[in-house]
């Protein structure tokens, strides 16, 4: 080994030994902080990485639509015809696929047992000439054929036939026997399109595609495109305004609609990021990879910073070793190469207790973000690439400084005894510790006003009750419907049940909308309405209130095509006021201004939030549908209801002995609109700790050099009647100041990035200056704790110790 390597090696190591306690504190600090920017990465990596794997992705693009009739329409889902039609005009397509949903849930039963599956759609044969997935059993290029086809994947493959071969089993989809066709790979987790089964698009009723194929404004289906090449995208949407006047606009002119579209291609790469489309899929949020990649940058400065506060704060020590290096004929240089080692190896070292560290945070990490991340997942060429910015940011630029410090030392100074000023009262360090606290404000205020924000929301009245309320799943089984409609009479009579409604609720997300005509200024005019489709009882089960008219009558015959009851919202939209009982409404529209549905409003209910609080309420409409819903909504009287469910659950097994009981809570759904921002508060609280946690390292530490360098100071003040406070607080006055810059600093920062994060929402919480006072608080309170023990180490001391201190 060369011997200046051996020498370095060996005063590195020495000099690490001989300083456990600020070793131990920079190397903690700096695994903390290097193990939480590995998670981050994960996390944003991962997020990145949505639909990468598809082979054509740089060519597949997803079709979007804005929709100009009554009001602006933006969605995620075109019409039947859109995809076709290009890829028949256009040659620069090669290809498309469409997506429907068959629903939240579908029944598929094997052998007489009957599983209820979500993640199952509706697919053109194309899909897999367009989508890259593995397909272990089959053929691709008939597996979607014809109606009578299926496609499942390998974990559905092995749930219904082991390790059997599934080709040529039969499963029946609801009420019809159809084919296993082919088995596929489970799609990746980093996919928007999770998928469970495949069924041809064939399978969609001949009664459907018809009126679809017959109405441009018809939406449902999620189309892609692929090209040849890589499009010039504003190039196409341009030939896409020629296609709109082509084939939309005739058709609204032969049913006297003024009305028009605008179609808009999206790259596969941002449609995870995609925003403001109604009927999407859930979403992942740039916005968010921005936050969380700047909290992995604030991380590793704080972290960075401690390594600069106690290389400044050991200068002392190792000034005489400068000046005995120097003079025995050691370079500048030298010295730089000496200490810049020593940060490297520090940070070596860290890396690896980083890892350690990572691998036992990794679970509650997964849980906290809903991943499935493994330590594997580490050796990513990106994250290994990541590491290696990380060893050379922390091991050079954060120990760069302190080793041109102190290599810059006067020998002759220090050996005569004149050595530098301790540096935790200089101006540097000083300012290193503002950014800390300001790093560690903005966390803990983060945490507090997201978490303030989500309460807000899942608090706020909706303007019905969503406590006590179970969301049943029914089969769409012809068999067990005969026998649900008398088991629900029973559940109105017995004990423990308040109502129950032959339908289901609005649960946050997209509500269904349809294209009505209302009668306005004695004209009937088009518009496209949010609906729900409910019985007389709906009203009753979630508390609704009605202003006007009545509630649906079964009695009334007519009412199942001739009644609607409308929001107070649509009301005054409408124009209507206090006026709108009677008021004309027509849905199932026709030409001539005829309607397989056509009557008036009968009664009026007071606003409720029926969609997700990032929205603005909007007009609202229910339609009479007794008895025809694949759902049951059950009002359970407050308290224990335990045992009510559980005879529920025992009368179920008579009525679907080969159908799960299958329920949800509507709180629970309706939370379910914003965990996004629920992520966001357990990730900002989840690194809050860490980056509090770890600037309180560095504090404890800074505050142990202060007192050694001052120790006759507190010696001599002690002797002359100091008391303890007094001497605590001459201590860490200037560490308190700063928490006071550091929160006049945050405050308006936080604040200013607190309002553009709630434009996504259509409701906000008022602003409340405690919450800012608590972060203030709540980092004084930490710093107090970690500074108490040197406190009580000074009121134990010996004054005459300290005296006599060399």
């Known amino acids: 080994m060369n011997p200046h390597l051996g020498n370095f090696f060996k005063i590195t190591f020495r000099n690490l030994i001989r300083n456990k306690v ?6 903690v600090g700096l695994a903390l902080g290097i193990s939480s920017c590995i998670l981050i990465f994960l996390y944003v990596f991962d997020e990145l990485s949505y639909d990468n794997y598809h082979e054509k992705g740089d060519r597949i693009y997803r079709l979007n639509i804005i929709s ?11 019409n039947f015809g859109a995809g076709p039609t290009i890829l028949q005009d256009y040659p620069e397509v090669e290809n498309f696929v469409r997506f429907r949903t068959t629903g939240s849930q579908i029944n598929l039963s094997v052998d007489n047992k009957v599983y209820n599956e979500a993640n199952v759609w509706l697919t053109d044969s194309t899909i897999f000439d ?3 997935y593995d397909v272990l059993e089959g053929d691709p290029k008939n597996a979607l054929s014809s109606s009578g086809k299926i496609v499942l994947t390998q974990t559905l493959k092995t749930k219904y036939f082991g390790d059997e071969s599934a080709l040529g089993k039969e499963i029946k989809v609801n009420n019809t026997m159809i084919t296993v066709s082919a088995v596929i790979a489970d799609p990746p987790k980093n996919s928007d399109m999770k998928i469970s089964a495949l069924l041809p698009m064939a399978a969609l009723p001949q009664g459907a595609q018809d009126a679809f194929n017959q109405d441009w404004f018809r939406i449902g289906f999620y189309t892609f495109l692929l090209f040849h090449e890589t499009p010039n995208q504003d190039q196409f949407e341009q030939k896409l305004i020629d296609f709109e006047k082509k084939y939309v606009q005739p058709w609204a002119a032969e049913n006297d609609l003024v009305a028009s579209q605008e179609y808009h291609i999206a790259p596969l790469k941002e449609v995870h990021f995609a925003e403001g489309l109604d009927f999407d899929l859930p979403k992942g949020n740039k916005n968010y990879i921005l936050i969380f990649s700047l909290l992995a940058v604030f991380i590793l400065i704080i972290a960075s910073i401690n390594y600069i506060n106690l290389s400044l704060a050991q200068s002392v020590k190792r000034a005489k070793e400068v000046g005995v290096r120097k003079t025995l004929g050691a370079n500048q240089g030298e010295l730089l190469i000496q200490f810049l080692g020593e940060s490297l190896v520090i940070t070596l070292i860290a890396i690896f207790i980083g890892l350690a560290f990572t691998e036992l945070m990794l679970g509650s990490f997964n849980d906290v973000t809903s991943k499935a991340f493994s330590m594997l997942s580490i050796f990513e060429p990106q994250m290994l690439l990541s590491l290696l910015i990380v060893i050379c940011v922390i091991g050079l630029i954060a120990g760069s400084y302190p080793a041109f410090v102190l290599s810059r030392f006067s020998p002759v100074k220090v050996l005569k005894g004149i050595l530098p000023r301790n540096s935790g009262g200089g101006m540097l360090q000083k300012s290193l510790i503002l950014i800390q606290f300001i790093f560690s404000l903005f966390m803990i205020t983060g945490t507090v006003l997201i978490h303030d924000q989500i309460d807000f929301l899942r608090n706020m009245n909706l303007g019905f009750d969503k406590e006590n309320v179970m969301v049943i799943s029914l089969p769409a089984d012809t068999n067990v419907g005969k026998r649900v409609a008398p088991w629900v009479d029973e559940l109105r009579m017995t004990s423990g049940i308040k109502s129950v409604a032959h339908t289901s609720v609005p649960a946050g997300t997209s509500s269904g909308e349809l294209m009505f005509r209302i009668e306005q200024q004695e004209l009937m005019k088009e518009q496209n309405i949010k609906c729900f489709f409910a019985d007389e009882h709906f009203i009753d089960v979630l508390g609704l209130e009605l202003t006007q008219g009545r509630n649906f009558d079964p009695d009334i015959s007519t009412d199942q095509t001739q009644a609607f009851i409308i929001n107070e919202q649509a009301a005054k939209v409408f124009g209507w006021n206090e006026n709108a009982i009677g008021k004309r409404m027509q849905w199932g529209l026709m030409a001539d201004g005829q309607a397989t549905n056509d009557g008036v409003v009968v009664g009026v209910v007071k606003n409720f939030n029926f969609l997700s609080l990032h929205k603005p309420l909007e007009p609202f409409v229910l339609c009479f549908n007794p008895g025809g819903n694949n759902m049951l909504t059950v009002r359970l009287e407050s ?13 179920w097994t008579g009525i679907a002995p080969n159908h799960d009981f299958s329920f949800n809570f509507l709180d629970d759904l309706l939370d379910q609109n914003y965990q996004q921002e629920k992520t966001t508060q357990k990730i900002f609280t989840y690194f809050a700790i860490i980056s509090i946690l770890i600037a309180s390292l560095g504090l404890f530490a800074l505050v142990s ?4 360098a001052r120790i006759k100071e507190i010696g001599i003040r002690k002797v002359l009647g100091a008391s303890v406070l007094n001497l605590g607080w001459i201590l860490v006055k200037d560490f308190f100041l700063l928490i006071v810059v550091a929160f006049v600093i945050t405050a308006p920062v936080c604040n200013y990035l607190m309002g553009r994060w709630l434009e996504e929402f259509a409701y906000t919480v008022p602003f409340n200056a405690i919450n800012y006072l608590l972060a203030l608080v709540l980092a004084v309170a930490l710093s107090a704790i970690t500074i108490s023990y040197h406190i009580f180490k000074i009121s134990k001391s010996d004054p005459i110790n300290a005296l006599r201190y060399e």
């Open 22 to 27: 600020y070793t131990s504190i920079s190397v």
């Open 705 to 708: 050099f202060s007192i050694q």
């Open 68 to 78: 100009h009739f009554q009001g602006d329409m933006v969605t995620a889902l075109t």
């Open 130 to 132: 367009v989508f890259t």
């Open 639 to 651: 308290g224990d209801y335990t045992n009510t469910i559980s005879q529920m659950e025992s009368e």
